[in-house]
T-cell receptor, first 110, second 116 residues
Framework: QKEVEQNSGPLSVPEGAIASLNCTYS??????FFWYRQYSGKSPELIMS????GDKEDGRFTAQLNKASQYVSLLIRDSQPSDSATYLC??????????FGTGTRLLVSP | GAGVSQTPSNKVTEKGKYVELRCDPI?????LYWYRQSLGQGPEFLIY????????DSGLPNDRFFAVRPEGSVSTLKIQRTERGDSAVYLC??????????????FGEGSRLTVL
């Protein structure tokens, strides 16, 4: 089992819709979870972090964490074509080692 | 500079050759990380430096890979006897220390290595 698993997609949504991206992880002791966005040919950039069970909202983005189910998700409301990118789920396992999933490619059509 | 700088941006080499990839982190960042990203995959952890020392090198795939950070700033990833399977984008990232779970790694634009 991979440490961090994501559906590779692509996930296609129309402009204005809600995009839902999901991630599961295997290390039960992980405490810190992150979503990075990566545009094609570019490097990853951090968009959300979450440490406690529940929801965390930042603008159009909401991160959700359920440690009992070892599940992290990212919701993007009012999706825009500029949101089209690969979204990487990352989990901090062990001392300062950030493990990434394979990423989910999101396509937002105008 | 304002961001993490990596050179070269592109490197094409022949199988069996030696390659060095350089990373200049953000000024003031004491933690430095190397990741490798293959097409369609997420970044794969290679090594993490805290200051001059390698705090975790568990991701280095084999002894052909080695990284140094002699003065606690610039780091060089060295690959000996390159193989076609080494072809990937090598990403460097830096952060403040202690990491303290912030997760904010600042990535460079990467060095794309192609081994023919």
């Amino acid at each position: 089992q991979k440490e961090v698993e994501q559906n590779s997609g692509p996930l296609s949504v129309p402009e204005g819709a809600i995009a839902s991206l999901n991630c599961t992880y295997s290390d039960r002791v992980s405490q810190s979870f992150f979503w990075y966005r990566q545009y094609s040919g570019k490097s990853p950039e951090l968009i959300m972090s979450i440490y406690s069970n529940g929801d965390k909202e930042d603008g159009r983005f909401t991160a959700q964490l359920n440690k009992a189910s070892q599940y992290v998700s990212l919701l993007i409301r009012d999706s825009q074509p500029s949101d089209s990118a690969t979204y990487l789920c990352a989990v901090l396992t062990g001392f300062q080692k950030l493990v990434f999933g394979t990423g989910t490619r999101l396509l937002v059509s105008p | 500079g304002a961001g993490v700088s990596q050179t070269p941006s592109n490197k094409v080499t022949e199988k069996g050759k030696y390659v060095e990839l350089r990373c200049d982190p953000i000024s003031g960042h004491t933690a430095l990380y190397w990741y490798r990203q293959s097409l369609g995959q997420g970044p794969e952890f290679l090594i993490y430096f805290q200051g001059t020392g390698a705090a975790d090198d568990s991701g280095l795939p084999n002894d052909r890979f080695f990284a140094v950070r002699p003065e606690g700033s610039v780091s060089t990833l060295k690959i000996q006897r390159t193989e076609r399977g080494d072809s990937a984008v090598y990403l460097c990232a830096s952060s403040f220390s202690p990491f303290e779970g912030t997760g904010e790694l600042f990535f460079g634009e990467g060095s794309r290595l192609t081994v023919l």
